[in-house]
C-alpha cells in the first residue's frame, strides 16, 4: 500500500467511490497497535489545528460566540481524541453485541482513515473560506452527509452487516444516546442551573 500522501489521497478519492472496497484495504492493513492509535491521535491533533485556523478567520461575532470553547487549541484536541476513542469503542462494541464479527485494531484503523478523509474535506473547505465563503458553508454540509455515509458503510463492512439502512438506523440511536448520557453526566457535574 502506497503511504505517500498522493497514494493516500488517491486511496480516499477510492473510499468514497466505493466506502466498503476502501475499508476492506484498510481493515488488511497488518499494524501494530500502537501505530493505529497514533494515526488516530495524529488525526485528532490535526483536525484541531484546522478547526482553530477556521476559527480565526470567522466574522467577529462568531468568534466572539464561540470564544470560549475555542479558548485553547490542546484542550479541542483533547475532546477531538476522547470523542473518536469513545467512538471506536463504541463501534466495536455495540457492533458486537449485535452480531457484528469486527475487531478491536480494525475499528481503530478505520476510524483514523476516517478522520483522514474528512481532514482532508476540512483543508478544502479552509481554502474556500479564504477564496469563497459561500463555496466554504456547502463543503461544511456536504461533510456532515459524508460522514454518514463513509461510517455506515465502514461499520457495516467491519461487522459483516448486510442492510446499510439498518446500519445506520443503529449508529443513529447510538449517537442520540450516548449524547443523552453525556447530557446527564454533565447536568450530575454542573448542578441545577441557578435561577435569578
Known amino acids: 500500500m502506497d503511504l505517500t500522501l498522493p497514494g493516500l489521497l488517491r486511496l480516499a478519492r477510492e473510499t468514497i467511490q466505493d466506502p466498503k472496497g476502501g475499508a476492506r484495504r484498510i481493515m488488511a492493513i497488518d499494524a501494530p497497535m500502537g501505530a493505529r492509535w497514533s494515526a488516530l491521535a495524529l488525526m485528532a491533533v490535526a483536525s484541531a489545528l484546522l478547526t482553530h485556523a477556521s476559527f480565526a478567520l470567522a466574522p467577529p ?28 469503542m463504541a463501534i466495536h462494541r455495540i457492533g458486537v453485541a449485535r452480531g457484528g464479527r469486527g475487531a478491536l485494531p480494525e475499528a481503530i484503523s478505520l476510524m483514523a482513515w476516517l478522520q483522514f478523509i474528512l481532514l482532508v474535506l476540512q483543508v478544502a473547505q479552509l481554502v474556500a473560506q479564504v477564496i469563497l465563503p459561500p463555496l466554504a458553508e456547502i463543503i461544511g454540509v456536504l461533510g456532515i452527509g459524508l460522514f454518514f455515509y463513509l461510517l455506515t458503510n465502514f461499520v457495516a463492512e467491519l461487522h459483516g452487516f448486510r442492510s446499510l439502512a439498518s446500519t445506520f438506523m443503529g449508529i443513529l440511536a447510538t449517537m442520540i444516546l450516548i449524547a443523552f448520557v453525556l447530557a446527564l453526566l454533565l447536568g450530575a457535574v454542573t448542578g441545577p442551573a441557578q435561577v435569578a
Open 61 to 88: 461575532a462568531t468568534r466572539d460566540f464561540f470564544a470560549t470553547a475555542m479558548a485553547s487549541p490542546l484542550r479541542t484536541a483533547v475532546l477531538q481524541g476522547a470523542a473518536m476513542v469513545l467512538g471506536v
